[in-house]
């Protein structure tokens, strides 16, 4: 009876604790799900002719599943965090591989102060291309070009960002011990853990300035990954070898149906031993008739320093939004390949590229909803 009795009484206090958390804590459940039946012609087929390909999979958003909260921890603090993994809709499968949180996983405290936080983490270049950047981390759009865009995360980090309310000033500073601890020889698991005896290898760090006005932001980025051992993907085989971006963009509003959008990306890859130094330059523009209708588009061109290679991008897409979550849209990107560069129309699985120096071309059409 008594070892009854004492059962019960642990029960009530466990669901008293629960009940006490739970009404302490916000935590919210968020995500996307996204996807578009795809059209793909110029499509290598790997003997030295093209062809084509359908496929259903990834559209103009990633999708993803998250957890977010926070506590109020009194005297204007609160303990944060983010638990939020990609994942593919048409298959049911992790957008990150092995990773279950590939997006974020971190823990973190807020204040008048800033926010301080740790775990994976998006570098500071992906948020400084929220500006400019109107097509995001699609399949379509300036990743096309430069994988690192939509990949623009580090484990192992910690990082500081300020926003002082007021000024129009923002900005943050990252750093991680282990940029990548996944190996699956791909620009998103690079397989450079880091933490090891050489202190730089597979290291990171980004910084990040923005100033925003009344019609009107600009914003900038550096950052710089170290490399790690001969087995990580993309050239960078030993710590004395690195990857740096710098980037600054912008966006001018024109009343509150237009927007022009604007940027430039230049990157020092000594991973590449022939090309290592490319220019990105694009420009974005976004027109909304009446509410349920916005057309974006966007024309890019990289460039590479002594060398052939090039690729200029045109990327059109209209939504049709039938609330602030659901859309329905068209998108349509061309690549036109310069040299040796073989940048595809979409990255959507398998992603097959055009034959070296070809055109690829990419019709799409999705539904997305957001939670």
């Known amino acids: 009876m008594k070892s009854t009795t004492a059962a019960f009484g642990l029960a009530a206090l466990a669901l008293a604790c629960a009940a006490h958390s739970a009404h302490a804590q916000n935590v919210t459940i968020f995500g996307v799900i996204d996807q578009a039946a795809e059209y793909t012609s110029g499509v290598n087929a790997g003997n030295g002719t093209s062809t084509h390909q359908y496929r259903l999979g990834l559209g103009a958003v990633p999708s993803r599943l998250g957890f977010r ?130 202190a730089k290898q597979c290291s990171e760090y980004s910084a990040m ?44 509003k024109f009343g509150a149906a237009s927007k022009l959008g604007w940027g430039w990306l230049g990157r020092n890859n000594q991973g590449s031993a022939t090309t290592p130094k490319s220019n990105l330059y694009w420009v974005a523009g976004e027109q909304r008739i009446g509410d349920p209708v916005v057309l974006t588009g966007m024309l890019a061109q990289i460039k590479y320093k002594d060398s052939a290679n090039k690729a200029t991008v045109l990327a059109l897409r209209a939504n049709y939004w039938f609330s602030k979550r659901t859309t329905v849209y068209v998108s349509e990107q061309y690549v036109s390949n310069k040299g040796n560069l073989a940048v595809v129309a979409s990255t959507n699985s398998p992603g097959t590229g055009p034959l070296p120096g070809d055109s690829q071309n990419a019709l799409q059409v999705g539904i997305g909803h957001s939670f």
Do not use: H
């Open 209 to 252: 300035l923005r100033y925003e006005g009344a019609s009107w932001a600009v914003a900038a980025s550096y950052d710089k990954m170290y490399g790690g051992t001969s087995t990580t993907y993309g050239g960078l085989v030993t710590p004395d070898l690195t990857d740096t971006r710098a980037v600054i963009n912008g966006y001018i």
């Open 69 to 198: 909260g926070s506590e109020d921890l009194g005297g204007g603090l609160k303990g944060i965090f983010t638990l939020e993994g990609g994942l593919n809709a048409d298959t049911g499968t992790s957008g990150q591989g092995s990773r279950m949180w590939g997006r974020q996983a971190f823990v973190g405290l807020q204040g008048d102060w800033g926010q301080f936080t740790m775990g994976r983490l998006y570098m500071m270049r992906y948020f400084a291309m929220f500006d400019g950047d109107f097509f995001g981390a699609g399949s379509q759009g300036t990743g096309t070009i430069d994988a690192g865009i939509p990949n623009a995360r580090a484990d192992n980090a910690v990082s500081y960002r300020y926003n002082p309310g007021g000024t129009g000033f923002s900005g943050g500073v990252n750093y991680s011990f282990g940029r990548d601890t996944v190996a699956a020889n791909n620009p998103a698991a690079a397989g450079c853990a880091g933490e090891a005896t050489i």
